[in-house]
């Protein structure tokens, strides 16, 4: 990739500057390192003996230049590329055995019983459910319970996302499939629904200090623009076809394999929006908005707990007990 299509993609150099010179090792210790971050990069040979490292997205930029530095003048001295996982990022299981909460990753998933995918997500101790919690598993949870659901008044299928949930509804789904499968089940905090879209170092003592305040960062990169593809979003920015919800999935995943956390449905939080206030934090956006605010992976709206809405979901964290 040139310089031109790169910055035209939305990649940017590094704040920090910082290059890597063409030997193989060094270079695939640096990419390895990057994508076990969930943090989208990119190599850019700039001139003869020199590759730049761009990112999309934002990070700090610091912090990830020193990080490098540090792993690749270890891998200078060893001859051997010195990069490990991120903490919370487990390995594959050497034995090919059935992957556990313990030992999911990206490319090997934990699978509960509903068929739900989950991956680690770098700086939390918890997987993610790669997909909004869907209408068939919403439904599994009222055959199980007697628990009605609230429809809404346009067509969905079982791979849609649920709707009309309350932060009430979801938590008694999260405590009747925890005590199915012996796991802790529960949603996000805000802090973790931050990191699995990629916002690092947000400043701010509560959700609402916080809301919108990192400006030009979206879930799709750095820049407003109305791109194809990049999620259903409202209509008339034309990023997509779907009239309501879309199928979970139906879009690209980001760097660590989770799909739709820009539109689709807005996404219920475990926090309070206001330190004092009952009202508790939705995330993402969802199939009605189009506004760049609204948009931006910072933002973050508060709702009564018992209130429904059409446009509003929620996704599942897990945790061994």
Not at 275 to 292: E, F, L, P
């Amino acid at each position: 990739m040139t310089a031109a299509t790169a910055a035209a993609e939305g990649f940017r150099p590094l704040t920090a500057p910082y290059f890597v010179k063409k030997e193989s090792a060094m270079l695939n210790a640096v990419v390895e390192d990057l994508k076990r971050g969930g943090i989208e990069f990119t190599l850019i040979e700039t001139a003869p003996g020199r590759t730049e490292v761009w990112r999309r997205g934002w990070v700090d930029d610091a912090l990830i230049v020193k990080e490098m530095r540090d792993e690749v003048a270890a891998a200078w001295q060893t001859g051997i590329p010195a990069v490990s996982p991120h903490p919370s990022v487990q390995s594959v299981p050497t034995g090919g055995g059935a992957v556990t909460v313990k030992t999911a990753t990206k490319e090997r998933p934990y699978v509960n019983s509903l068929g739900m995918k989950f991956v680690p997500v770098a700086g939390t101790k918890v997987l993610f459910c790669v997909w909004e919690t869907r209408v068939k598993d919403y439904e599994a949870f009222g055959a199980a319970t007697g628990h009605e659901g609230k429809k809404p008044d346009y067509a969905q299928t079982g791979d849609h996302p649920a709707v009309n949930v309350n932060w009430e509804d979801a938590k008694a789904f999260c405590e009747w499939l925890s005590n199915k499968e012996s796991l802790e089940y529960r949603l996000s905090s805000d802090e973790e629904w931050s990191a699995a879209v990629g916002l690092r170092g947000e400043k701010g003592e509560t959700p609402s200090d916080k809301n919108g305040k990192v400006a030009d960062v979206y879930p799709w990169g750095m820049q407003w623009v109305q791109r194809k593809r990049a999620g259903n979003y409202g209509q008339s920015l034309g990023t997509d076809t779907f009239e309501k919800t879309a199928p979970v999935g139906s879009f690209a995943a980001n760097g660590f394999g989770i799909y739709d956390l820009g539109g689709n449905v807005w996404e219920w939080c475990e926090d309070s929006f206001y330190s004092s206030r009952n009202s508790r934090v939705i995330r993402g956006a969802s199939w009605v908005d189009v506004d760049s605010v609204t948009l931006r992976s910072s933002c973050r709206h508060g709702e009564p707990p018992s209130d429904r809405h059409g446009n509003v979901g929620f996704r599942l964290v897990v945790s061994g007990r």
